[in-house]
């Protein structure tokens, strides 16, 4: 039962340029939504997370879009930099229940 | 910074023997839960924990599994009898008053 899904296996974008990461679910329920970054034998860190209040929410370089009626959120990063490199993953949780339900994971690889 | 530290970072055990992971939160944070990422797939989540009872636990979480907070610091997940599909990473994470949940850096348990 994959309520969040992540499509795409692996990205690969230039330096400098936009890297977005998309994310899927199927759940209606969920209202709080999560970007994770995850380095080889490290645990997820978080990066930025968006409400279901609201349709977009920044950080830095880190911009989250939320569309509710597509059921589709979104994570960008500009300008990406090699530091960037991880494993993404989006997560998603509802105020009744307090786990996190995860994706399957986005590997994005910048290229210098 | 504040981070939830685990230990150990690699167990390597027996199909049939008991296991404990250790886990310390963040100090001031109230939930605590144990997730699990077998390799190549995604992070699961297994229980979580507040005010000394488990709040919530998944399919997974069978009575072979058990969560303890001894003191006011540790978290620990056992495992009465580990199997061969038990080999995964294990996250630990804990998160305050916020939607957040900060991750460990993950135990690796090998069952051979």
């Known amino acids: 039962d994959q309520q969040v899904k992540q499509n795409s296996p692996s990205l690969s974008v230039q330096e400098g340029r936009i890297s977005i990461l998309n994310c899927d679910y199927t759940?209606?329920?969920?209202?709080?939504f999560l970007w994770y970054k995850k380095y080889p034998a490290e645990g997820p860190t978080f990066l930025i997370s968006?409400?279901?209040?609201?349709d977009k929410n920044e950080d830095g370089r880190f911009t989250v879009f939320l569309n509710k009626s597509a059921k589709h959120l979104s994570l960008h990063i500009v300008p990406s930099q090699p530091g960037d490199s991880a494993v993404y993953f989006c997560?998603?949780?509802?105020?009744?229940?307090?786990?996190?339900?995860f994706g399957t994971g986005t590997r994005l690889t910048i290229i210098p | 910074e504040p981070e939830v530290t685990q230990t150990p970072s690699h167990q390597v055990t027996q199909m049939g023997q008991e296991v404990i992971l250790r886990c310390v939160p963040i100090?001031?944070?109230?939930?605590f839960y144990w997730y699990r990422q077998i390799l190549g797939q995604k992070v699961e989540f297994l229980v979580s924990?507040?005010?000394?009872?488990?709040?919530?636990k998944s399919e997974i979480f069978d009575d072979q599994f058990s969560v303890e907070r001894p003191d006011g610091s540790n978290f620990t997940l056992k495992i009465r009898s580990t199997k061969l599909e038990d080999s995964a990473m294990y996250f630990c994470?804990?998160?305050?008053?916020?939607?957040?949940?900060?991750f460990g850096p993950g135990t690796r348990l090998t069952v051979l």
């Open positions: 994470a804990s998160r305050g008053d916020s939607s957040k949940e900060f």
């Open positions: 759940n209606s329920m969920f209202d709080y």
């Open positions: 968006i409400s279901s209040i609201k």
């Open positions: 997560a998603a949780s509802d105020f009744g229940n307090e786990k996190l339900t």
């Open positions: 100090s001031n944070h109230l939930y």
């Open positions: 924990f507040y005010n000394n009872e488990i709040s919530e």
